[in-house]
């Protein structure tokens, strides 16, 4: 069984810093892309960073040059440096990964549980 276990996440001031952790367990082939997601109330999930295997990132434009996003294939785990935060960063962040499992040779989408990010101003 695959799991994205999230980490990271906490309350920060306008300008912090904050580092999400997502690592992916269970008996796994590969991994494709990763990324991250957010919700904030009111709001719909929205994308904020993805990567591929080989390590092509893309933002979303809102946090273009304060977030970056990294991973480790060895560990099977993805981060979001997030720099420069501000108080409309606030949201519940999900992990997302396309994974392929070591009894398949075909991916499925996997979603983490979610981590709360919270600026304050």
């Known amino acids: 069984q695959v799991q994205l276990v999230e980490s990271g996440g906490g309350l920060v001031q306008d300008g912090g810093s904050l580092r999400l952790s997502c690592a992916a367990s269970?008996?796994?082939?590969?991994?494709?892309?990763m990324g991250w997601y957010r919700r904030s109330p009111g709001r719909l999930r929205e994308l904020v960073a993805t990567i591929t295997s080989g390590g092509s990132a893309s933002y979303a434009d809102s946090v273009k040059g304060r977030f970056t996003i990294s991973r480790d294939n060895a560990k099977n785990t993805v981060y979001l440096q997030m720099d420069s935060l501000k108080p409309e960063d606030t949201a519940v962040y999900y992990c997302n990964a396309d994974v392929i499992p070591y009894t398949s040779y075909y991916a499925r989408n996997y979603w983490g549980q979610g981590t709360q990010v919270t600026v304050s101003s």
């Open positions: 269970g008996i796994i082939r590969s991994i494709n892309n």
